[in-house]
Each structure stands twice: as structure tokens, then as C-alpha cells.
């Protein structure tokens, strides 16, 4: 029986990045998936005959670190592609696109504001960027050595000057919404610049309290916001991570499930020896990693009993309901937007922030938006693998959509939506609806099923300040270790958090060297 | 001005109000949990000498009493307290702790075993939020809070088993210590569970509260020639200090309330290092109390005889008779009737426990403060533990 140093609950990215790091100190690894394939929500999949497709459709921020040290290259992922142009989309084809550095639909107002804005923001996501590829520190721990985070804040914001330091302390935590408004006229550019802050937490552009500092936050790492989507499209990022890994020795097995894990009880405590398959398998090592979410970890993996009390009712209590549905359309043709020549980019149907904001409205009151906002993608134009040849895939990630609904979730109701939002599509593409081969609505309660993660949550677990940093995903298990020994966290549940960033699986690696 | 008249906060009666009512003679009321509780009925002297001579009655009604079921109670239970809840019999009372995640007490109770899957849990304070979070992640169980369902006195003193005797309970002199019985009494099942706080020979007894005042008629009637007579809270606090048993407020600020950081204590500070099992599979808290013992409590509660007979309540404790360094303080003092001796539980540094322990005494005469620094010496042993307390067949006395 081979004696593995460490197993890796989940195939996600970040637990194929943390694998990887443990393999290159000569770890022994072995990842256990419970699905066919490698990637988790970012994994591709067909779903319908010849048309593939993967959930999380872009990669925001993947970290350069990661990149370079995982020599990522090598393994055929090459250069991460510029960020993609992001479309505010407009039914007249009067749409506003944000390229890179410049904005264009717009006054020459507007675009001397964004210049403004964009340097701003910058300097303030820069701020924020000690916290990324690093362990925060515990409430209560004085080490000198980790709350250097904090002082590493602390310093760049006396180097910001009086007045910006000011301006920061104002705007972080400010409503999306009134930051947009003192900057910019046209709608159609305050809701794109919004949206990639937004995207997959319990906000909308008037959420009081943090939703600037989630923008800044997920800035921070260099990318300014925007998504990218590598050569070749997402799968690249996770055959590259797969191929790394093989070339290293380290095992990964699909099919595999976890069905819990395994504690001894030893005289210092209980400790996690292993894990034991769904075919009742058990296997030991001597580090079990979960990129599994925190709920699932804790509560279905380990169990309360072999917990204690309050760390338990933490956990209970993390708010991870998605509300993020994904809609998938199998096309037989390139879809043809009003206005667009190319259909490449991140494509928001956001007509304003008011929009947004009554789609969450509704949302909390277990209703499907009436009128839907959504960001469209065409993965097939990077990835033509992935549909048949001339054909195309339009993914789509729709904004507000109830976990919970006041109604059940059954198959007319999904019907009804899938309707509802192929007629909004039209309203922008007026040929969709005679391109589309088939169709698929996955909600946040088909996410968590067929992904495994608590709630269908983009982020395993909701992305609020109560939530972050420290508290992530809540004390007593915010370093990557948990109060169980040789058990740790290496997935989006933990910090920094979710997207495509690989810097969980990094920071988690790092802990469970040290 | 508010409407707010504060009406809500009027003490609910207790399930034997009517007759505590009547030998309430100063109508010395507080309240406990809600329920109006006596401090004394007629003289703290005089009900104490009651229990240590004859016996008394003491009302419990006020005591929080959760039912625990189901297959998954024993389990849960376990995980809760520190104790070894499997090895508790039915038809047993084990007297148990239990602490938050980084080993303070929350409270002290009893756990009464009446089947593999039905428990009680009787507690000084509310605890169901508790309980709830500690169920959590267990199936099959059910919580259910019978404080106001049952009525409950302690019935406690060398008399007491001759007044359950002469009650007509059966064979109750053959109960053991924490044993748990039941008899019929009018038709309804009396639990009587040898069991109390006054570290003496002495029984509780529990009863659907329709039935609290023919029990009481009936056990005051079986009582009459063996000196009973009810006591209240400040006798209690006098013959539990006697014993050595821990009262919240005094020994030990429950850790759910305690704002202040390491303001509340461990079993280990409590010297209830007993109660903590590390053989037994998890259990909450044990990851600090683990480390808690290695390192050594920081606190250790001891037990003081102190020179004199002026009540050290609420003194400091030094290592010299100079009083130049602090090393604890005194928890609850009184004069012993019973060791005729002048007792004190005291907090005292672990450190500290080998050398000298001085006490600093306040003390008042007609209106005028003085201090002496008295010595002190650590007991091992109860100050009140007679055999009788222990002994089976119980003897009437
Ligand atoms: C609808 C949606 C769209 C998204 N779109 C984007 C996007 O466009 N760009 C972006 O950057 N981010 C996107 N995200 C966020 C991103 O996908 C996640 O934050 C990220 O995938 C988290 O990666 P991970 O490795 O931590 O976990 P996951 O990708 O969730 O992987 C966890 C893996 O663990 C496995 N697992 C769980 N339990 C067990 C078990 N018991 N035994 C074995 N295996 C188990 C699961 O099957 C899964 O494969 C999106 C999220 C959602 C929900």
C-alpha cells in the first residue's frame, strides 16, 4: 500500500495548486475527486453531444506567482492572455467597452473620469495586496512575523499622503453606487464597472459597507478587475495544473469520493489520519487537505462530534447561498450582437445600476428577477475544442438568482427562466433564439449538487467582511489549519477567497510546509 | 417617562408558593431563574442547625431540568461534558461539568441516567441555547425543558431518610448514593434521587408539579417529629460551603457570561480536575484543558482553616504576613458551625500553594472598620464530611 504524505480532498484548482507545491518538497500527494474529471468549477464538461463547457467561463486574477513557480508554461499554458475587453451592452449597439486601459462610448468627460478613477483605484488596490499570497494572522496572535501583514498596510497607507489615505478611509467603505455616481454620467459604464466587484456574493451597487472594498480587493492582484481567459480557454489553466502535477508523481483520482474522514484519537487529541471513499476504501496520510467547502468539510466530512461546541455553530453559521445560476446554450452559429463585430469579451446585460439592483431585490424575497442581468461569454472563440466546428457555446452567468425560492425550483420553473433569459438575450441578439441547439440552466442548488459545494456558492462561502480576512472562513480555521490536527483547508472557503486565483491552494501549501 | 412598569420581571411562584408562603415569615424573597426563591424563612442560624441536626426542605423548582432523548442523547452528552457519560448506570446521577471551547466552565449540574436513551440534565442556570448548539450535528434528539413541568425539593439532614421512610417509601433506607428511585405517591411516579448539596445524608425528590402540595403536606406531615423545617438560599450557601461545593458567583463566573478575558475558570483552577476524563473520546474544551494540564493551572481553589473567627469573605490572600505580595483571593468565608472552625474557599496562584497564605480580614464593630492578617492553612479534606453522608442502609438518627 503506498504511504502517502499528504491526501487532497476535491480536484479543484486550488487543491491541484497546493498539491503541486507540496510535490515540489517532495511530498508524496495523492488527490481524491469525487467527479470525472479535474478542475471543479472550473472543469469542462459536455453538456449536450458535442458542446462542452465549464462553469466559471473566465479566469479573474489567476496569480503570476503561482504561474511562475509552477512553471506553468512548460505545461502548455501559454502566457495568460490580456485581460478581456468588457462590453457594456446596449440594444441599439450604442454599447460602452472598457479595453484594457481605455474606455470608449463614452462623453470625453466620462473618459477623463475614468482615467482619474482608474489611478485612484489602483493606488487603493495596491493596499490591499500584502494580504493576498500570505497567511492572515489569528485574533489574539501577537507573532511578530504575521502581523506584518497589517503592518505592511499600515505603512503603505502613511506612504499613500494625507489626502489619499483620507480618500481611501472614505471610499472602502462605500456603496459601489455613490462612488460611481461621483465619478460618471453614462449608466451603461457605472453598471460594468460595478459588476465585476458584484459578481458571485450577497450584493448589489447599494449594499451599504464593503461592496467598494470588495472591487478593490479583487483588484488588487494586478489585473484592475477584469477576467482573462488563457490561450486555448479555461481548461488550459486546469490541464496545465494536471500536467504539472502528473510530472511530479503526484496521483489524482476521479470518481473517488470522500465520504469522510478519518480521526484517531490520540492522548494530545483527535487527529485526522485519512480518508476513507465512497467504496469504502480508507486511505492514510499524514496531512489530510480539504478544498471541499468549510460546511461540507466540518459538518458532512468530519462531523460536530468530533468538533468543539462554538467552533461548530461558527461554521453552521456561514452564509454560503449562491446566487449565481448559470445558463448554457449549445448554438449553431456565432451569435450576432446589435452593434459588435466580435462577440470576444466579457458581455454585460447591466442597462444600469437600478437594474442590478432590483434583480437583488428580488432575489431576497425568493423571486427570480424579472428583469435579468447577466454576463455573457463565447468560450468556443478562445477554445474552438469545445463545440463542434463552425458551431459555439454562449455561457452565461446570471446575476441574483435565489437559492431558496419562494416557489419550489422544479423543472417549470427553470423552463420559465430559461425563456425568460433567452428573451433577453434577444433583445441584444436578435437571431439567438433560431441558433440555439440546446440548453442548459444550472441553479445554485444544481451547483451545489453536481459540484459539491455548500449552497452552489461562487465563493464557498459568502464574500462579506464578516467573512474575510481573519474570519475566514471563521476563526479557529482562518490560517489553513483547523482545530484538528493534521487537517487543513485549502479552497475557496478559505483566504482570500474564490475566483480563479489558485492563491488558496498556494497560502494553504505554505502552512502545511512550515 | 416609559409605560415600561417592569410588571414582567414580577417572580413567577413556585409549584410550593402556597405553602413556602406561609412560613415565609419576613418575607425574605428573591428570585432564581425566574421563580420566587426564599433567602431564609425565619433565621439562617436556625435552618442551618436544621439540616445538620434534623432536616430541612429546600426548593429546587427553580432548577433548570432538560430531558434529553433518543439514540443520539448519550452521544451528545458525552461530547458535552467532561465526564464519562457511558459509564453512568441507569438509574444513576453523575455530577458533571462542562466547558466552552477553550476549557472554562460554563456550569456544573447533574446528568440523571434513566435509560440508554433518555437523560436528564438539572443546572443551576438556563442552558437550552447551549444545549442546542451542542446537539447540533446529532439526529436523533430531542431537548425538552421540564423546568416548569416538575416540582422539586431537596430534602436534606440526618432525619431525612427516616422522613421518607415513615412516608411510606419503600426501602428507600437501601438507596445508594446517586442512586435514582421511583415510588408511587397518589397514584403518579415520585423520583427520589439521593442526591443534594449540603454534603450530607439527604434525597431529592421530583414530581409532576400538579402533585408539588400533597408531596409537600406529605412529606411535612411524615416530617413533623423529625424536625423538619424549610431553609433557604443563605443556609444553602453555608452548608454547601461546608461541603466544599462550588456555587456560581462566588467560586466561579460562568464562561457565557464572562466579558473579560480569563475572568472565568477552568475545572483544572476549580480543582475539579476529577471531573476531566482524557480517556474518553472528544469532548469539548479538551484541546485547552489538555494543554491546561501539562502546563499547570494558573489558579488552584483551595480549601483554608484561618486563625480567628472573624469571616474572611471577600479578603486577599498574601504570601507574608506583611501583606507585600498578592497571591489570590478568598472566594466565600464563613465561621463553621459544624468544623467549629473559620473556612474559606480561596483562588490562590498554583505557585503560591507551597508557601505562607495570609489573609487580609475586613471586618466591621458598630459602625467601625478594622483588618487583621490572619494565617491561613490548606485543608485536603471536606470541612463537613460525616459517614453518614455515605453510609447504605441510610440510618434514621
Ligand atoms: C456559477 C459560477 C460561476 C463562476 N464563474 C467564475 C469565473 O468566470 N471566473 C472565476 O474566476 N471564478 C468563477 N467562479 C468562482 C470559481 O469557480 C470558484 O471560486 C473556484 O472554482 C473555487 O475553486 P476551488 O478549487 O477552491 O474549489 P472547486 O472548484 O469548487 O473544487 C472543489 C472540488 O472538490 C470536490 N469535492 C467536494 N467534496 C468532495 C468529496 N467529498 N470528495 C471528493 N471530492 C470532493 C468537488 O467535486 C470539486 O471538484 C464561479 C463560480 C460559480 C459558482
Redesign the interface.
Known amino acids: 500500500m503506498t504511504q502517502y504524505d499528504t491526501v487532497i480532498i476535491g480536484a479543484g484548482h486550488n487543491a491541484l495548486v497546493c498539491a503541486n507545491y507540496l510535490a515540489q518538497k517532495k511530498q508524496k500527494v495523492l488527490v481524491l475527486e469525487a467527479s470525472s474529471a479535474a478542475g471543479g468549477l472550473a472543469s469542462s464538461y459536455e453538456f449536450h453531444p458535442g458542446f462542452r463547457t465549464s462553469v466559471a467561463h473566465t479566469v479573474s486574477h489567476f496569480s503570476r506567482k503561482i504561474y511562475r513557480d509552477l512553471e506553468l508554461q512548460k505545461h502548455g499554458l501559454t502566457a495568460m492572455a490580456n485581460p478581456l475587453p468588457c462590453v457594456a451592452l446596449n440594444r441599439q449597439g450604442n454599447h460602452v467597452v472598457l479595453d484594457g486601459d481605455t474606455v470608449s462610448g463614452v462623453t470625453e468627460k466620462d473618459r477623463v473620469s475614468y482615467a482619474n478613477y482608474s489611478k485612484l483605484t489602483e493606488r487603493f488596490a495596491n493596499l490591499l495586496a500584502p494580504f493576498w499570497l500570505k497567511t492572515v494572522p489569528a485574533i489574539g496572535n501577537n507573532s511578530l512575523h504575521e502581523l506584518l501583514s497589517f503592518a505592511q498596510l499600515g505603512v503603505k497607507m502613511r506612504m499613500l499622503g494625507k489626502d489619499d489615505m483620507r480618500e481611501f478611509l472614505r471610499i472602502v467603505s462605500l456603496p459601489t453606487h455613490d462612488l460611481m455616481d461621483e465619478y460618471f454620467d453614462h449608466p451603461l459604464l457605472k453598471a460594468l464597472l460595478c459588476w465585476n466587484g458584484l459578481i458571485g456574493s450577497k450584493q448589489a451597487p447599494r449594499s451599504p459597507n464593503n461592496s467598494v472594498m470588495l472591487m478593490l480587493y479583487r483588484m488588487s492582484e494586478g489585473m484592475s478587475g477584469l477576467h482573462e481567459i488563457p490561450n486555448g480557454g479555461t481548461s488550459r489553466l486546469i490541464d496545465a495544473l494536471c500536467s504539472s502535477a502528473k510530472s511530479q508523481g503526484i496521483e489524482i483520482r476521479t470518481n473517488s469520493s470522500v465520504r469522510r474522514i478519518v480521526v484517531d484519537q490520540q492522548k494530545e487529541g483527535l487527529r485526522a489520519t485519512g480518508v476513507q471513499v465512497d467504496n469504502g476504501e480508507l486511505i492514510s496520510a499524514q496531512n489530510i487537505v480539504s478544498s471541499a467547502d468549510p460546511k461540507t468539510t466540518f459538518l458532512t466530512l468530519l462531523g460536530a462530534e468530533n468538533l468543539e461546541i462554538e467552533f461548530t455553530n461558527r461554521i453552521r453559521r456561514i452564509r454560503s447561498e449562491g446566487l449565481v445560476a448559470k445558463l448554457h446554450l449549445a448554438l449553431n452559429g456565432l451569435p450576432q450582437f446589435t452593434g459588435l463585430d466580435q462577440s470576444d469579451g466579457q458581455l454585460l446585460i447591466s442597462p444600469d445600476m437600478a437594474t442590478i439592483e432590483s434583480a437583488f431585490d428580488e432575489s431576497k424575497y425568493g423571486q427570480c428577477p424579472t428583469d435579468p442581468v447577466m454576463e455573457i461569454v463565447i468560450p468556443s472563440m478562445r477554445d474552438p475544442s469545445l463545440a463542434p466546428s463552425g458551431q459555439h457555446v454562449l455561457s452565461a452567468h446570471v446575476m441574483y438568482v435565489p437559492y431558496k425560492m419562494k416557489s419550489q425550483w422544479d423543472q417549470t420553473a427553470i423552463d420559465t427562466f430559461i425563456d425568460k433569459l433567452i428573451n433577453k438575450i434577444e433583445l441584444y441578439a436578435p437571431t439567438i433564439r433560431e441558433q440555439i441547439v440546446a440548453s442548459e440552466l444550472l441553479t445554485p442548488i444544481d451547483l451545489e449538487q453536481r459540484f459539491r459545494t455548500s449552497g452552489g456558492h461562487w465563493h464557498h462561502g459568502e464574500f462579506a467582511l464578516d467573512q474575510l480576512f481573519m474570519m475566514r472562513p471563521t476563526y479557529g480555521a482562518a490560517q489553513y489549519q483547523t482545530p484538528l490536527r493534521g487537517l487543513y483547508l485549502c479552497g475557496a472557503g478559505s483566504h482570500p477567497g474564490g475566483d480563479i486565483t489558485g492563491v488558496p491552494g498556494h497560502n494553504a501549501a505554505h502552512e502545511i510546509l512550515s | 417617562m416609559s409605560d415600561y412598569d417592569f410588571s414582567s420581571e414580577r417572580p413567577k411562584p413556585s409549584h410550593f408558593q402556597q405553602r413556602q408562603d406561609e412560613l415565609n415569615i419576613h418575607d425574605a424573597w428573591s428570585s432564581w431563574n425566574g421563580y420566587k426563591f426564599a433567602e431564609y424563612f425565619y433565621d439562617v442560624e436556625f435552618e442551618y442547625f436544621c439540616v445538620r441536626n434534623t432536616c430541612g426542605t429546600y426548593d429546587i423548582c427553580p432548577m433548570q431540568k432538560y430531558h434529553i432523548t433518543g439514540a443520539d442523547a448519550e452521544?451528545m452528552l458525552d461530547?458535552?461534558v467532561t465526564r464519562d457519560v457511558t459509564k453512568i448506570r441507569t438509574n444513576r446521577a453523575s455530577y458533571v461539568v462542562w466547558c466552552?471551547?477553550e476549557g472554562r466552565l460554563i456550569d456544573d449540574g447533574t446528568i440523571f441516567k434513566l435509560g440508554d436513551d433518555h437523560f436528564i440534565l438539572n443546572c443551576g442556570s438556563p442552558c437550552s441555547a447551549?444545549l442546542d448548539?451542542?446537539a447540533?450535528?446529532?439526529h436523533d434528539i430531542t431537548i425538552d425543558d421540564k423546568t416548569d413541568d416538575v416540582a422539586a425539593m431537596a430534602l436534606q439532614g440526618p432525619t431525612s431518610c427516616a422522613v421518607l421512610k415513615s412516608m411510606g417509601l419503600e426501602n428507600i433506607e437501601s438507596a445508594k448514593p446517586f442512586s435514582i428511585n421511583f415510588f408511587d405517591f397518589q397514584n403518579a411516579r415520585l423520583m427520589v434521587s439521593r442526591t443534594g448539596f449540603t454534603g450530607d445524608l439527604g434525597y431529592e425528590l421530583w414530581i409532576d408539579h400538579n402533585l408539588a402540595i400533597p408531596l409537600w403536606d406529605a412529606v411535612y406531615k411524615a416530617g413533623h417529629d423529625l424536625g423538619i423545617h424549610p431553609y433557604g438560599d443563605q443556609a444553602t450557601n453555608m452548608l454547601r460551603l461546608e461541603a466544599g461545593f462550588i456555587m456560581p458567583g462566588y467560586e466561579f463566573n460562568e464562561a457565557l457570561k464572562t466579558v473579560h478575558f480569563e475572568h472565568d475558570q477552568t475545572p483544572f483552577e476549580l480543582n475539579l480536575g476529577w471531573l476531566v476524563d482524557?480517556k474518553k473520546?472528544?469532548f469539548?474544551?479538551?484541546?485547552a484543558l489538555?494543554d491546561e494540564k501539562k502546563r499547570g493551572p494558573r489558579y488552584t481553589l483551595t480549601k483554608l482553616d484561618i486563625e480567628g473567627n472573624k469571616p474572611a469573605e471577600g479578603s486577599f490572600l498574601y504570601s507574608n504576613k506583611r501583606c507585600t505580595e498578592e497571591i489570590g483571593y478568598v472566594t466565600s468565608g464563613m465561621w463553621s458551625p459544624a468544623a467549629k472552625a473559620n473556612i474559606a474557599l480561596a483562588m490562590i496562584e498554583t505557585k503560591y500553594l507551597e508557601g505562607e497564605i495570609w489573609s487580609e480580614i475586613y471586618y466591621e464593630k458598630e459602625l467601625r472598620q478594622y483588618s487583621k492578617v490572619a494565617r491561613c492553612t490548606i485543608k485536603h479534606e471536606p470541612f463537613w464530611s460525616p459517614a453518614r453522608t455515605r453510609a447504605t442502609p441510610a440510618a434514621d438518627f
Open positions: 452521544k461530547r458535552m466552552n471551547d447551549w448548539k451542542s447540533f450535528g446529532f482524557f473520546p472528544h469539548n474544551g479538551r484541546r489538555f
